[in-house]
């Protein structure tokens, strides 16, 4: 019997990385609905009652880039002093200025904005063919921002994390081995000491966020950590710095699989870093869905001002039903791979990309590359293949 543990983890919308993703990827968003052609790279940066937008925008859009920082801010729920970080108060300073004329002239000619390695996943682990554990450590997330916004456990703030250990059998999750909680809180479930939680608090968090998400695979063995340096009330940028595009494991796969390419939030669709890495999902979603194997990770490769793929790689882990080198053939055969045929294929002019930046890119209904309409095209290999 093979048994191994894997682990992931996810990050709550008022996690410091979190946050600035959100503002690069909602200045991205009202960009684009001015402007679909916009070229946009945004960077942002938080600390101690800072906010630093910049990078590299062309556009004939306005962008009032205070008043959208604030409304963010405002809703993910920095809207008191004692989290550490204040919409009302926090200075914001505006660095933008355009894209470098070296860059855009290979983008304009149907190239790709960059050189790069894209990764995509697919498993049949779960129902959204994501990995298990990086599907539960979003719902933990999820579960941790609703107790929280409904008064359930009125005391949380908006940052936090969490973590999951799942134990697998022959390549099959069987139970969940640990589970770790940081949730950030104010001073009234401190204990007498002043240093750390309530041992009731403590309990209250594992009751309210983890047992709805996990009763079903926790036993007497399971491990639970719960804000384990004893308090955790100076968060958000107060305690620490936050910038785009730092929890790249986070926003795919849990660390199953590898992470290609860069960073996604802030950047359209000419990067193939985020549409490179959103096709490759695409075309292994639709092989798994398709019945040609039960996982299967997609490489593709790009040049700088190159439209094609320098390269496209197919891995199945031995789970494949036909013969990878068919299955990659099928993909150039059904697949557009240059940028402007990615953008095209899944809508990428579109504003839909704030809503990625927390719980994750990939597993979530919505997305245009989650869908599995090639999954009949391709499944005539399997039936060819008999």
């Not at 809180?185 to 204990?191: F, G, N, V």
């Not at 309210?208 to 695979?217: C, G, M, S």
């Not at 199945?316 to 990659?328: Q, S």
Request: hydrophobic share 35%; charged share 25%; with cysteine.
């Amino acid at each position: 019997m093979n048994t191994k543990f894997i682990t992931a983890e996810s990050v709550a919308p008022g996690h410091p990385d979190k946050l600035c993703d959100q503002i690069s990827d909602a200045i991205l968003d009202e960009v684009l609905k001015q402007d679909p052609n916009s070229r946009v790279g945004c960077e942002t940066f938080v600390t101690m009652g800072l906010i630093i937008v910049g990078g590299e925008i062309t556009t004939t859009a306005y962008v009032d880039i205070h008043k959208l920082v604030r409304d963010i801010l405002n809703d993910i729920g920095y809207t008191n002093p004692k989290y550490g970080f204040d919409f009302h108060t926090c200075a914001i300073l505006n660095a933008i200025h355009t894209q470098s004329p070296d860059i855009s002239q290979g983008v304009d000619a149907g190239g790709a904005g960059d050189q790069g390695v894209m990764l995509g996943y697919a498993t049949r682990e779960t129902s959204v063919l994501m990995p298990f554990p990086v599907v539960l450590a979003h719902q933990l997330v999820k579960q941790m921002v609703k107790v929280r916004k409904e008064g359930i456990l009125g005391y949380l703030g908006p940052d936090g994390k969490s973590q999951v250990t799942v134990e697998y059998e022959n390549d099959q999750p069987k139970r969940i081995d640990a589970v770790v909680l940081a949730c950030q809180h104010t001073e009234e479930i401190l204990d007498e000491t002043g240093e750390k939680i309530t041992k009731e608090a403590r309990q209250e968090i594992i009751d309210q966020i983890a047992k709805p998400v996990l009763e079903k695979w926790i036993d007497d063995r399971t491990k639970f950590y719960v804000n384990e340096t004893g308090k955790f009330v100076v968060g958000g940028p107060q305690s620490d710095t936050g910038m785009t595009g730092r929890k790249l494991i986070v926003d795919t796969y849990g660390g199953t699989v590898p992470h290609g390419g860069g960073a996604f939030s802030g950047k359209d669709s000419t990067k193939v870093d985020r549409s490179g890495a959103y096709m490759a999902r695409y075309i292994a979603k639709n092989i798994v869905a398709a019945g040609l194997a039960d996982k299967c990770l997609v490489q593709l490769a790009y040049a700088i001002g190159v439209a094609e793929p320098v390269s496209l790689m197919v891995d199945t882990f031995n789970t494949g039903k036909v013969d990878e080198e068919k299955i990659a053939q099928a993909v150039r055969e059904n697949f557009n791979l240059t940028p402007k045929g990615i953008i095209e294929t899944l809508g990428l002019r579109n504003p839909i990309f704030r809503k990625t930046a927390v719980f994750g890119h990939f597993g979530r209904d919505g997305f245009p590359w989650e869908k599995t309409d090639k999954a009949e095209i391709l499944g005539k290999l399997l039936a060819n293949s008999r």
